[in-house]
């Protein structure tokens, strides 16, 4: 009577561990699919950029920003960026070769008690860019802005404006890129 007990606890005991081992195989497997698929922008080189923010806006916007959702997360103590396109689509008088520009400033503190000039120093690169010559229809300009978030920063949500300039001094268009920092 004991022998046959113990069996059946052993084959159970089988099927338990048979089955345990499958459920992570395909855990692992949905993990690695998961993260392989995405392409974190901190990782991506110029030319990356400048192709996945091409495909997503295509040839007819003045001023983009990636991710095209305008909103990024970041995380106290972790990096972060975001790309900003700007294409010459002058016309008329003022088309042919211009110089073009940005800059980033706060559009809106949101939820932050921080001052101002701390959230720009969050920007590590890109923070403006000096003026380069485009050509009407030209390759756009393509630039990373990096972010660094210190260990203990408080947890809140603001918005950057990104004003970009031709001339030196004509605005040409105005983006916009929400940052939530978490935990």
Same mark, same amino acid.
């Given at each position: 009577?004991?022998?046959?007990?113990?069996?059946?606890?052993?084959?159970?005991?089988? #099927?338990?561990?048979?089955?345990?081992?499958?459920?992570? /195989?395909?855990?692992? #497997?949905?993990?690695?699919?998961?993260?392989?698929?995405?392409?974190? %922008?901190?990782?991506?080189?110029?030319?990356?950029?400048?192709?996945? #923010?091409?495909?997503?806006?295509?040839? @007819?916007? &003045?001023?983009?920003?990636?991710?095209?959702?305008?909103? %990024?997360? /970041?995380?106290?103590?972790?990096?972060?960026?975001?790309?900003?396109? %700007? &294409?010459?689509?002058?016309?008329?008088?003022?088309?042919?070769?211009? &110089?073009?520009?940005?800059?980033?400033?706060?559009?809106?503190?949101?939820?932050?008690?921080?001052?101002?000039?701390? =959230?720009?120093? =969050?920007?590590?690169?890109?923070?403006?860019?000096?003026?380069?010559? #485009?050509?009407?229809?030209?390759?756009?300009?393509?630039?990373?802005?990096?972010? *660094?978030?210190?260990?203990?920063?408080?947890?809140?949500?603001?918005?950057?404006? %990104?004003?970009?300039?031709?001339? *030196?001094?004509?605005?040409?268009?105005?983006?916009?890129? @929400?940052?939530?920092?978490?935990?």
């Amino acid at each position: 009577m004991k022998k046959r007990g113990s069996i059946e606890m052993s084959i159970g005991t089988i #099927v338990v561990i048979v089955l345990s081992m499958s459920m992570l /195989i395909l855990g692992l #497997v949905l993990i690695r699919g998961i993260f392989s698929g995405a392409t974190d %922008i901190t990782e991506m080189t110029s030319n990356q950029l400048n192709d996945q #923010v091409s495909k997503l806006f295509g040839e @007819d916007k &003045k001023l983009s920003v990636y991710p095209d959702t305008n909103s %990024i997360e /970041i995380k106290a103590g972790e990096k972060g960026a975001f790309a900003i396109r %700007i &294409k010459n689509l002058l016309k008329g008088f003022e088309s042919g070769e211009k &110089k073009f520009s940005y800059e980033i400033g706060i559009a809106d503190l949101g939820n932050c008690n921080i001052e101002e000039e701390r =959230l720009l120093r =969050l920007i590590t690169t890109g923070g403006s860019f000096l003026p380069t010559s #485009v050509a009407t229809g030209g390759e756009p300009i393509v630039r990373k802005v990096s972010l *660094e978030i210190p260990e203990g920063f408080p947890l809140c949500s603001f918005s950057y404006k %990104i004003e970009s300039f031709y001339d *030196e001094t004509q605005t040409y268009a105005t983006e916009f890129m @929400d940052v939530s920092i978490n935990a």
